[in-house]
């Protein structure tokens, strides 16, 4: 057994803004890991993962912790919490599946202090939230010193714990289209309901009008090396009207476009039958 | 190490501090202050042995760098509550029910139901459930542990409207 970490020799600087907290990345020298509620980070320190040589705490600052709602957006700052997307009842009817993923991370606790920036930071292919926030096809914002730019959520993840952030940018906040007249729904599938890392997990935004489906997007997450769309199964619901048998034929199809892995919390074979009873699930419940 | 300076609302009192900038929440309550009510259970986060309330929400303090807190930041542990009545209220239905063996769990459970009563005064057992999720106990199979908030939540009901 290695000795237990040391958490006072943490190298930590506490910006109080974002200019300074972008100044810091800004510069190789200065640069740090950045660190938000900590509840990704420290776990793995704890666990004896070594620490990166300099941190820079982006707990609390203001620029990151805003939520606004325009006639078309919802805008959630990345500082925002899990625990204030679950209780926050101005967002809840725009983008339900996202307040349902904040609602199943961890438990009171984690949802106190992990955040919406952090979860996709950490660009685990289990982060909770990240099926949610594809499903919007909204944006993320990059701030750096230089600029702010925006990233289609949909080219965000990049590969296993890889984004499409730049060394010294920090995830600002997220752009996310309201869900309109369409349907959203959000599975989480682990050990129990808390405290659980999922198994697999299922996002959808599906349109139906006069009984056809208009338009569909469907996330998973933990069944490939990023959470994903199942664009496949998007493509063939558009446009076809909702029936027994299109649930199963889309049912069947999701579970041919998915090549999950087997790890310690669940094998490849109950992930892949999973991923379409997800989608099954979805179109089922869009009344 | 750098060391930093934090003022906050600890147990009611302002309390300025003086620590290590990586210094765990857990570490300084129990090594710095004696507050030892906070235990150590797994030290990540899975067993909420060590919860405090940050600002009334229940945290896991083996997760926090206590420099994260800033000043003003209000800050209530086990050793805090029992001087609260909601508090006390919850203790005696505790041990009332018999909800407590081993008993390291507990003050992790005291404060997550303190924070539940404090927003929702009368708590449907899923609602119960719900905020105890994230607290883990070995011993009791936690029955009498939510029969335990449900009596000390129909107790603050009924001698005031809001638990203090």
Redesign the interface.
Known sequence: MSP?MN????????PKTLDEAVAFQADERTRGRL?A???DL??QW??GAPPPQR?I?I??LPELSAIRVSKEMVEIGAGVTH?FLRDCTDIRAHVPALVAAAASV?????Q??GTLGGNAANASPAGDTAPALLVTDGMVMLASAQRFRTVPLTAFWTGYRQTAAQPDEIIAAFLLPKKGRSVERFRKIGTR???AISKIMAASRIRLHGGTIESAAIALGSVAATPIRLGKVEAFLAGKKLSRRLVEEAEALAQASVAPIADIRSSAEYRRWTAGRLVRDALENLQ | ??S?ERTWKLNGTATTLRF?????LL?LLREDLALTGAKEGC????C?AC?VL?DN????S????A??L?DGTTLLTIEGVEKKRAGRVLQKAFMETGAVQCGFCIPGMVL?AY?LLQRNPKPSTAAIR??L????CRCTGYVKIIAAVKLAAARLRKTSSTPG
Do not use: H, Y
């Not at chain 2, 290590?20 to 765990?24: D, E, L, Q, V, W």
């Not at chain 2, 929400?57 to 896991?60: E, G, N």
């Not at chain 2, 083996?62 to 760098?65: K, V």
């Open positions: 237990p958490f006072d020799l943490l190298n930590i600087r506490f660190l509620g900590g509840t420290m776990v704890a666990a941190l705490s707990w609390g625990a961890g438990a009171t606790q984690i106190a202090r309901k808390a405290q | 190490m750098k930093i290590p900038a990586g210094r765990r570490d030290g990540e986060g899975e909420g919860t940050i929400d229940p945290a896991v083996c997760l926090i760098p420099g994260q800033p997550a924070a719900t905020a999720a994230g607290n883990l």
